[in-house]
């Protein structure tokens, strides 16, 4: 290929540049450390909340000095409108943003992405085709606008059965989050497969020409066999680079909804609900660690997983294995 | 036109024609499923039987749901969306037109802005790729990327507009100035995205032949990068245009709702919240169909493009 050429001829003449070359990969890589470092943080908050958190996250002291307090030495980050610790439900809105991207990850990312994904571009012909279209209809849908218009359609019918659910099961008063929880996944999962499916596709597709799969399927392999013994294995890392791509959007699905009062609401900490006592002009003018210290944590979060996924694909872009 | 262009053509429009049933049909059952009767909304204290009777016959709401749906489309197609219930006495025609209208132009004002912005960051990060430069411009754009538009229109509009005064907040039409924080606000989290195509389409062409014959013919660096590089690797672009409008409209819904824009973001989260069904039920289909729309041009303008698309399309 002259692609090779090409680079070998760009290495030789950007020869010089060798040291601001290193420089580039300390800074992305510093860049993408950082990132990790970050999200270790992030997940060790959310994960272990309980242990850590300085005070009961929905703990209300509703007097005038203890609300909406700036940030100070006993509430680091400050106290919200009803005098809650705010670094206490940020810990917890974290542990909600860890439970709803994995939810929609293994259901939507792993066993729909991947599976469909391997549907499609091992077997081809039709199937392929009905995947793909559906896939594109999806992605081309408002998806808000549609999570919005079924949401109010339905509301009083999710109303109704999350009371059912406190008055008939163990759940309690958890049966209103776990509603929540499993609208907001299941609104989401639909729209959540596509991209990951598309890149397994396309892998697959590739894949199923390779030699050694060719020489399996001689040799008799049967379809389930080939598929988790040979395609998987080379597909597995690629998808793991477009998961981590996608990972802040998926999040951000969580918060947004949250935010317009549709997904998880007050009293369990979500980041959405937090900025959404801190949002206005007014407000944030009056008490901007309302807003900040609820936002600031999840930014960073979205941030932190889209520098991670840019270095990834960078990483494994053939291109840059050359230089 | 190459040949099979106009069958590629015809057969993805044709494609549409059953999505766009499907989507229909699931939209029009989630929305009639819900509770309670329109017709008594509708009408609200101004109820009498015989009006309630003549809009019940015409739009078949008290018959199964297959009927109301095969009635709702004789209507469409005869340009009547039905009735509103939040602005009583308007159709939802008389309500929706007008705002698609200011949401068009906005949307259409920050996708160009986008683009002009993704493109030349795009080209730059490519060309400075091997310095430390490039990671910096996309983590940068990356950064704006990662604050949702909620959360920044608070701290904007109290910056810009309460602390250093630049701006004012009301809506005074389109061709305002209060019209260039909305924007703005619309369109920098898409240029991430942008960039990074066009940073990875520059990189795939910028070590092909005929840039190398182009260096060779002893052509200025600058007539290589905008003529050779940058036109070739514009042409992938197209396709994200489409990948980029879900993600437009969110933004806008939040931007309309705050900076009062009277567009159809904010009509359409008022009829939820009202909630009222025949303008969500118009919206959706129409914001569907808008989209199904762009996708089969956008596939069909990146046909005529890459002549490779209709062969592997005849293919599959």
Redesign the interface.
């Known amino acids: 290929m002259?692609?090779g050429t090409?680079?070998a001829e760009?290495a030789v003449a950007?020869a010089p540049?060798m040291k601001?070359?290193m420089?580039?990969l300390i800074?992305?890589k510093k860049?993408a450390v950082l990132a990790l470092a970050y999200l270790l943080v992030f997940y060790f908050c959310g994960v272990f909340a309980p242990l850590i958190a300085p005070y009961d996250p929905n703990e209300q002291r509703r007097t005038v000095e203890d609300v909406r307090q700036p940030p100070s030495a006993e509430h680091l980050l400050g106290t919200d409108t009803l005098g809650r610790d705010m670094l206490s439900r940020v810990f917890y809105a974290a542990r909600t943003t860890i439970l709803f991207t994995v939810a929609v990850t293994i259901t939507g990312g792993l066993f729909l992405g991947v599976g469909l994904g391997l549907v499609a571009g091992y077997r081809?012909?039709w199937v392929?085709?009905l995947i793909m279209?559906v896939g594109?209809?999806l992605?081309?849908?408002?998806?808000?606008?549609?999570l919005?218009?079924?949401?109010?359609?339905?509301r009083?019918?999710i109303d109704d059965a999350s009371y059912w659910l406190r008055e008939h099961t163990w759940l309690g008063d958890d049966a209103k989050t776990l509603m929540q929880f499993t609208i907001i996944v299941g609104a989401t999962v639909p729209f959540a497969w596509i991209g990951s499916s598309r890149i397994v596709r396309s892998l697959a597709l590739s894949i199923r020409e390779a030699d050694y799969v060719v020489a399996a399927e001689l040799y008799g392999a049967s379809t389930w066999r080939v598929i988790t013994r040979h395609i998987l294995p080379g597909i597995l890392p690629l998808f793991m680079v477009g998961l981590s791509g996608s990972m802040?959007s998926i999040a951000?699905a969580e918060?947004?909804l949250s935010?317009l009062g549709l997904g998880i609401t007050p009293p369990t900490p979500s980041f959405g609900n937090m900025?959404a006592d801190?949002?206005?002009?007014r407000?944030?003018?009056a008490t901007p660690h309302l807003?900040l210290s609820g936002?600031l944590p999840v930014?960073?979060f979205?941030?932190a997983w889209?520098?991670l996924g840019?270095?990834l694909v960078d990483l494994l872009d053939p291109?840059m294995h050359q230089r | 036109m190459g040949p099979g262009l106009f069958g590629y053509a015809v057969r993805r429009l044709l494609w549409a024609v059953p999505v766009l049933f499907a989507i229909s049909v699931i939209v029009f059952w989630i929305l009639r499923l819900a509770p309670g009767d329109p017709v008594d909304t509708i009408l609200g204290r101004h109820y009498d039987e015989e009006r309630a009777a003549v809009l019940r016959d015409k739009y078949g709401y008290d018959e199964p749901v297959y009927v109301q749906y095969v009635k709702y489309m004789r209507n469409l197609f005869h340009g009547d969306l039905g009735v509103s219930t939040r602005h009583q006495d308007f159709t939802v025609s008389e309500v929706i037109w007008p705002k698609i209208k200011v949401s068009t132009q906005l949307g259409a004002m920050a996708l160009f802005i986008t683009f002009a912005l993704g493109i030349p960051v795009g080209v730059y990060a490519a060309l400075a790729r091997g310095t430390f430069l490039d990671p910096l411009t996309i983590s940068f754009w990356l950064a704006l990327d990662a604050v949702p538009v909620f959360v920044a229109i608070p701290i904007l509009q109290y910056l810009f507009a309460v602390r250093l005064g630049w701006v004012r907040l009301g809506w005074e039409g389109v061709w305002s100035p209060n019209i260039i924080m909305p924007l703005l606000i619309m369109s920098l989290p898409g240029v991430a995205g942008v960039a990074r195509f066009m940073r990875a389409s520059v990189v795939s062409v910028m070590h092909e032949d005929y840039v190398r014959t182009a260096r060779a013919k002893g052509l200025k660096e600058r007539t290589v990068v905008v003529t050779h590089i940058t036109r070739n690797a514009l042409l992938p672009m197209i396709t994200v245009i489409g990948l980029s409008l879900p993600g437009m409209t969110a933004g806008a819904l939040f931007t309309e709702q705050y900076f009062g824009i009277p567009g159809i973001a904010r009509e359409s989260l008022a009829a939820v919240t009202a909630p009222d069904y025949d303008v969500i039920l118009a919206l959706v289909l129409f914001g569907s169909t808008l989209f199904v729309l762009a996708n089969v041009l956008i596939d069909i303008s990146y046909a005529i493009i890459d002549p490779r698309v209709r062969v592997g399309a005849r293919r599959g």
Do not use: H, K
């Open positions: 002259t692609a090409a680079e760009q950007s540049s601001r070359r420089f580039r800074i992305r860049l081809g012909g392929d085709t279209r594109e209809v992605s081309g849908l408002p998806t808000l606008f549609l919005l218009a079924i949401t109010a359609a339905f009083t019918r802040a951000g918060v947004t935010f900025i801190g949002a206005g002009v407000t944030f003018q807003l936002a930014v960073l979205f941030f889209n520098l840019d270095a291109r």
